[in-house]
């Protein structure tokens, strides 16, 4: 049940659901099918905020996440995970609530729970960072892959059409500078929604950026295109079989975050027939298969040195999905 304290933080924190239309972002679809998908992903996404800020309790929040559906419910978990760490960074008396989240409900969509923190880092001071970012040294990369998505997806013109590099230091050491990089994937991811799910305005757009930045673009396209789905036009198969031409040398970029995205959907028994097409297309397998390269580039990993463990992670499952 809501509570009172809880309808408060709603009313003063929740944005607006009109904040994530094409209209108000600036955004352009060719396929309006493909746009009100994504619009939807986006209202899914708050909704999740709106039931992190008003439940009493891990239960609660559970059981109303699990009342979207299921293609979209990681979004809603995502949203979720944004909340929760805003409430912790405001009430530093009660620093808990998204590590509960984590350690509970959120289990089975671990990655989106990180992606999540990144949104919260992108709304609030650098100062606070380290009390919301949890310290999984191999996943909290991904709340710099949230901040990135934020920053492209509130922050267009200065991040995608004008191409703005990230300068981000992370709350923990980064002796290499990885930290634009795992922007970057982020930004990468954004510009399936930017691009309204248009596979050639993805790429072409991807080609205005320096060259050194579109490996981690792609992986975030690769995330995107098969967790988010929706291919522009209705093209299915045809459109991701584009995709992947179109990637060119960075097909194992694409592939990398593709099979990134069967992991999050087959953890907590979301794939859809989005899930399964894209991953055959990309990956070239199922999504099985797809999560078990994830799993299987984990072993044996060594720790962070001239690049982060996270790195070393993505190129094995590179090589993996190249045969190499």
Same mark, same amino acid.
């Given at each position: &049940?809501?509570?009172l304290t ?6 003063l ?21 493909a746009?009100a998908r994504?619009?939807?992903t ?6 999740g905020?709106?039931?992190? &800020?008003?439940?009493?309790?891990m239960a609660?929040?559970? $059981?109303?996440?699990?009342?979207v ?34 350690d509970?409900?959120?289990g089975a969509?671990?990655y989106?729970?990180?992606?999540g923190?990144g ?10 960072w ?12 991904? $709340?710099?892959?949230g ?7 509130f ?8 191409r703005?590099a990230?300068?981000?230091?992370p ?18 991811? $954004? ?13 072409? &757009?991807?080609g ?5 930045r ?5 992986g975030?396209?690769?995330? $995107? ?6 291919v ?82 993505r190129?094995?499952?590179q090589?993996?999905?190249r045969?190499?």
């Open positions: &049940m809501a509570t809880g309808n408060i933080r709603k009313r924190l929740t944005p607006d659901f009109s904040e994530v239309t094409f209209a108000r972002r600036g955004f352009t679809a060719r396929d309006p099918q746009q994504l619009e939807h986006g209202r899914q996404f708050l909704t905020f709106e039931h992190a &800020m008003t439940s009493g309790d609660e929040l559970s $059981a109303l996440l699990d009342t559906e299921r293609r979209f419910r990681g979004f809603a978990y995502e949203g979720a995970a944004m909340a929760l760490a805003i409430t912790d960074a405001m009430t530093p008396w009660r620093r808990h609530r998204v590590r509960a989240f984590v509970g409900p959120a969509h671990i989106m729970a990180h992606v923190i949104w919260a880092m992108a709304r609030l001071p650098k100062r606070l380290p009390a919301i970012v949890l310290q999984d040294p191999l996943l909290r990369w991904l $709340a710099l892959d901040y990135g998505f934020h920053l492209a997806y922050s267009t013109r200065e991040y995608v059409h004008e703005k990230p300068a981000v230091v709350p923990w050491p980064d002796p290499s500078g990885y930290a634009a990089r795992a922007v970057d994937q982020g930004i990468g991811r $954004a510009l399936w929604f930017v691009c309204g799910a248009d596979v050639e305005r993805v790429a072409s &757009m991807i205005t950026f320096a060259p050194q579109r490996a981690d673009l792609w975030g396209t690769g995330l $995107a295109a098969t967790y988010a789905g929706g522009g036009g209705g093209a299915g198969a045809v459109g991701l079989e584009a995709l992947v031409k179109l990637a060119g040398d960075h097909r194992g970029d694409l592939a990398q975050g593709s099979a990134f995205a069967a992991k999050a959907r087959l953890l907590p028994g979301l794939v859809v027939d989005d899930t399964t097409e894209a991953v055959r297309v990309i990956c070239g397998c199922t999504v099985d298969e797809a999560a078990r390269l994830t799993d299987t580039a984990l072993d044996d990993l060594p720790p962070d040195g001239p690049l982060p463990a996270f790195e070393v992670w190129q094995r499952i090589a993996a999905v045969g190499g």
